[in-house]
């Protein structure tokens, strides 16, 4: 376990914001949780769990409390036969590599098990991926989530918890949602993938790849490198761009208000999705810049800090976006990172 003081949340961070953290644990074993949340205890300071950083926002003020930063690691399959696998992976390892741990596995008649492969290139930690049930081109990690093991600061002890216990919804869990904020610390998380693989139509992008090049054969190998070429061509690396990846949630609307925004020409999807992106772009903002913040061209949905050095930057770009959008057409476009500081 390492301990650090002072330590800028904009290094931290994907988006490069935020000032000062005023301790930075790195959980390296299970068996530090305990002595970390003991010394945020005695010290009567309150703790944040961080992973990857990719999809958290830094504040100006800093955070006068305990980073708690992921180092956990390993991946390892707990039961298989042919037809279906368990795979464990320590909460602080990339979500990618799981993905990539699972098609390469030989499942007794070729390589590969299905369910996390449209994860592909996702930039967060295991970890992450329930607590905010991410999801990409038609696959969320609720499909396939079996358990979690957590650490609960509030009972002081690890508990196992099973998928159906933690209220899985879009961009929500138990993790981010009232008394489960701060409450548990992921140690791991198991998913349960099968042979079958993905069979079409696909979500709108991916099929359109497929479409173009003739493909025939959705093997999870197949489905994992169009993704990661169509996610490639789009979105921005963050070890390259300072961003925190997709930056607004998709817009929901009720079944009754579906006729008119398609009369309007809006696409809906899913019964009621409005993709955000869609929105940012046909509000004429793609490329455009407000404070140091640019919308990206290829992916409207993304903000790429490009010179903005405040989080009031971040702030004052976010409310533009939103403003146009509305202007435009009457929605409310929200934030999906989470915030840090004050």
Not at 89 to 106: C, I, N, P, R, T
Not at 320 to 325: H, S, W
Request: include cysteine.
């Amino acid at each position: 376990m390492k301990i650090r003081e002072n330590v800028p949340i904009s290094t931290l961070t994907t988006m490069r914001l935020g000032g000062a953290a005023r301790y930075v644990i790195e959980i390296e074993e299970d068996k530090d949780l305990a002595e970390a949340y003991k010394f945020a205890e005695d010290k009567k300071l309150p703790t944040y769990i961080l992973g990857g950083g990719s999809n958290v926002i830094g504040r100006d003020g800093g955070f006068d409390g305990v980073i708690f930063v992921n180092k956990l690691h390993g991946i390892y399959v707990i039961d298989s036969d042919p037809e279906r696998i368990r795979l464990c992976a320590k909460s602080g390892d990339l979500l990618d590599d799981l993905v990539e741990y699972s098609v390469k596995l030989w499942n007794g008649e070729s390589y590969g098990y299905s369910g996390i492969e449209a994860l592909s290139k996702i930039p967060g930690t295991v970890g992450a991926a329930p607590v905010q049930n991410v999801g990409a081109y038609g696959q969320e990690i609720k499909q396939t989530l079996h358990s979690v093991c957590v650490y609960d600061c509030k009972d002081n002890c690890f508990k196992h918890m099973m998928a159906d216990e933690l209220d899985l919804g879009y961009r929500h869990s138990i993790f981010n949602t009232g008394d489960g904020v701060g409450r548990y610390f992921i140690t791991s998380v198991t998913v349960e993938l099968h042979k079958n693989w993905l069979k079409p139509p696909f979500y709108t992008s991916l099929q359109a790849y497929f479409d173009e090049r003739g493909t025939k054969e959705f093997t999870p190998q197949v489905v994992r490198d169009a993704v990661a070429e169509i996610r490639a061509s789009k979105l921005p690396d963050p070890a390259e761009f300072a961003s925190a990846g997709s930056f607004f949630k998709n817009v929901y609307i009720k079944e009754e208000e579906i006729p008119a925004a398609e009369a309007k020409g809006i696409p809906v999807w899913d019964g009621g999705k409005i993709p955000s992106g869609w929105l940012i772009e046909h509000a004429g903002l793609n490329g455009k810049e407000f404070f140091g913040m640019r919308v990206s061209d290829k992916a409207a949905l993304v903000l790429i800090n490009e010179s903005a050095k405040s989080y009031a930057d971040l702030a004052k770009a976010r409310q533009a976006v939103i403003d146009a959008v509305y202007e435009k057409f009457g929605y409310k476009l929200e934030q999906e990172p989470m915030e840090l500081g004050k």
